[in-house]
């Protein structure tokens, strides 16, 4: 056994009726690292979250978390998770530190100074005597992560986390996830429909379609030799193309309203978008995805959906 593994999922299966929603996934997750769980719609994401924290039985397979079997001793397993799932509850008249005592009061040992912790650790400190019917989403769901962490848990488990929030938002949540992988220890997953948002937030993502895992895929290992696939929108794309094919000898570059795309390594990125400056282009923006990545989820989901 993978020592440093705190979540396992081996053979996890869940059949209701004849169907078969999610079909022996197998997968291990460390502590520290933020791991996604991608898949389109329908692929079976939360009905294998649900499993993992016990809120429905398995058909087969075993979920451990530091190695303790979830079937045979749930509560002892539960001791180690902390998840959102559904809609947290709070209570909206008291406020966010209120509400965090209301849920210490349901584990043993959670001290006022771990309340405090967890308050700093997801960026709350200065609204936590609010009432949160005055918390906005973004807000609300810290709340709900630092409630799920009082108890120190080793796997955080959170389902479709960005659902909702702008864009600021999600760069906030991806910062404090991070944080608490890192400051905590503890393996973060976190599911989603949308390859761009996994990209900014994990460390490894599992590709779920038809509850069949397809492939765990790193992010950032070797990030730097990796061939992405590079959108460079400016105000004159021929002439990009143009100076790519002329100056680096780049071929490939496809030419579209406002931008260009091409492929190209981390390092190439950086030349690229020099010459492109020097030769009088202006640039508004480049985006790049994994390659690899990009082209099995649209293979996958058989549409350009991926925002
Ligand atoms: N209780 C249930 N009974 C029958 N089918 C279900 C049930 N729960 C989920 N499903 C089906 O299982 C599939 C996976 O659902 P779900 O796990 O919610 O997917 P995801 O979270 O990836 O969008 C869907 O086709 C859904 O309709
Ligand atoms: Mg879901």
Redesign the pocket.
């Known amino acids: 056994m993978n020592e440093t593994a705190v979540l396992q999922l081996r053979n996890v299966t869940k059949k ?2 004849r ?1 078969t ?2 079909d022996h996934l197998s997968f291990d997750v460390p502590r520290g690292e933020v791991f996604g769980f991608l ?10 979250i649900r499993m993992i924290v016990g809120l429905i039985g398995m058909s087969d397979g075993e979920v451990y978390v530091q190695g303790i079997p979830v079937k045979k001793e749930f509560e002892n397993a539960m001791r180690h998770v902390g998840a959102i799932v559904e809609n947290p509850e709070m209570y909206k008249f008291l406020t966010g530190y209120q509400n965090l005592v209301h849920y210490a009061r349901m584990h043993s040992g959670v001290t006022k100074q771990r309340i405090q912790e967890v308050v700093e650790l997801v960026g709350l400190k200065n609204r936590i005597h609010e009432k949160v019917k005055k918390y906005s989403l973004g807000m609300r769901q810290r709340l709900g992560v630092a409630q799920a962490i009082l108890h120190k848990p080793s796997v955080l488990i959170l ?2 986390p960005t659902n909702g929030l702008d864009p600021a938002g999600i760069r906030e949540l991806r910062d404090y996830l991070r944080r608490l992988a890192r400051e905590e220890g503890i393996a973060i997953v976190v ?1 989603s ?1 949308l390859l761009s948002e996994m990209e900014l937030m994990c460390d490894r993502v599992a590709i ?1 379609q038809n ?1 069949k895992l397809i492939d765990v895929q790193s992010l950032h290992d070797a990030k730097t030799v990796e061939q992405r696939r590079v959108t460079i929108e400016t105000d004159d794309p021929l002439r990009a193309k143009e100076t790519l094919e002329s100056v680096l000898s780049v071929t490939d570059v496809a030419v579209r309203e406002g931008e260009i795309e091409l492929l190209a390594d981390r390092e190439q990125i950086a030349v690229i978008t020099e010459m492109l400056v020097h030769a009088g282009s202006k640039i508004y923006g480049i985006r790049s995805a994994s390659k690899s990545l990009e082209d099995q989820f649209l293979e996958m989901t058989g549409s350009e959906q991926i925002v």
């Open positions: 209701i009726g169907r929603i999610v898949g389109p719609n329908g692929a079976g994401k939360t009905t294998t389902d479709e599911s429909h779920i509850g």
